[in-house]
């Protein structure tokens, strides 16, 4: 298709003989946000290089707007990297930071100044020019760090957790900032982070990756709603992980038990048989904790928190799995050593496991 910017196919890399990626497939389009979601050593930065030009695959092609790129030095790419720590020139100031790749190109000096403008205006930096690093917040240096990377205006940019460094406030800001740019100049964004939040709020798709493999990628949505892998169900979201067995079958509703009680999920168009092992992930705030409940898991309640405008009640179920129900509010009626049933509606319970997309 016209607008594929990138195709990773089948791309592998060992070092030292330990495999970091297992035969990765990726495609990205026009103007797409996408997210390399996953904990450290899982391949994000690994995958980023490759395609950066910066590490060769030992199997596999990098495609970069329908052009095999394998082997190109990282100079022939129409792809910018932006780096956690920056990596601003230190003895430059803004406006030469900002304006160097253009610089090494051997454009025009007053075509240099005119694009620099540009820049810091669609960073919100205008009037710095003449600052040096040094002089600048962790949230300055960081949109410096994107206008140099946007002045060439590639193809796709490269961003290795850009705001791991910066505080909680100022990163909520700048992932604001950065879902903005990259909208306006529509430009194909891949985006590394190990922040599930983070990559919910930034993404078109989402690539959720363990031991060098894709475990699942689609929307955020579909990421949080219909987990592939019980990795997936809990990396995104934390939800609770229940196992028990297929107990009976109505058209769509499947009923599941297990040794804390039986309760119904959705097939979601897959086929089960009774006796089937399951493995269910049930996001918390979708499940109700409910006294004298006839249906549901049995458990017992074993401590309440508050946190961040939502209460978590603590349940551990009679076959010892812990399961845990959120809620927006500061206080349950519910006490530790309270017995509750854990009930929830039939489309809130995910089958996992049953398929994992290793791309």
Avoid at 76 to 99: K, S
Avoid at 106 to 120: G, N, T
Avoid at 235 to 251: L, M, P
Avoid at 318 to 323: G, K, M, N, R, Y
Wanted: net charge neutral; charged share 25%; hydrophobic share 35%.
């Amino acid at each position: 298709m016209e607008d594929i910017i990138l195709s990773l196919q089948n791309i592998r890399k060992s070092f030292s003989g330990i495999p970091v990626l297992n035969g990765i497939n990726l495609t990205a389009r026009q103007g797409e946000f996408i997210t390399l979601l996953g904990a450290s050593g899982c391949g994000k930065t690994t995958t980023l290089r490759i395609i950066a030009g910066l590490e060769t695959p030992d199997e596999g092609h990098v495609l970069l707007d329908g052009q095999d790129m394998t082997a190109a030095e990282p100079n022939r790419r129409d792809v910018n990297t932006v780096f956690q720590n920056y990596a601003l020139f230190p003895h430059m100031n803004v406006e030469a930071n900002i304006g160097y790749g253009l610089k090494i190109r051997k454009r025009p000096k007053e075509e240099i100044r005119e694009e620099v403008k540009k820049m810091l205006s669609l960073v919100q930096l205008t009037g710095y020019e003449k600052r040096m690093p040094s002089e600048l917040s962790g949230g300055q240096r960081q949109r410096v760090a994107i206008a140099r990377a946007l002045i060439n205006r590639p193809k796709l940019l490269l961003l290795d957790e850009p705001l791991g460094a910066l505080d909680l406030q100022l990163r909520r800001q700048m992932q604001q900032e950065l879902k903005r740019l990259q909208k306006k100049l529509g430009i194909t964004f891949i985006y590394i982070t190990h922040d599930q939040e983070e990559a919910l709020t930034m993404s078109d798709r989402i690539a959720v990756m363990l031991d060098g493999r894709f475990q699942q990628i689609g929307t955020p949505a579909e990421v949080y709603e219909t987990p592939k892998t019980s990795y997936v169900a809990k990396f995104v979201g934390s939800a609770n992980i229940v196992y028990g067995t297929v107990e009976s079958i109505q058209e769509e509703t499947v009923v599941f038990s297990s040794t804390a009680g039986q309760e119904s999920f959705h097939s979601r168009g897959r086929s089960f048989t009774p006796g089937q092992p399951v493995t269910l992930a049930v996001r918390g705030e979708q499940a109700r904790l409910e006294k004298g409940a006839e249906k549901g898991l049995a458990g017992t309640v074993k401590e309440k928190s508050f946190s961040g405008g939502m209460l978590r009640v603590a349940v551990e179920l009679s076959d010892q799995v812990e399961f845990i129900c959120s809620r927006h509010g500061i206080d349950s009626k519910l006490e530790p050593g309270d017995k509750v049933r854990v009930v929830w509606e039939p489309e809130h319970a995910c089958p996992v496991d049953l398929e994992e997309e290793n791309q």
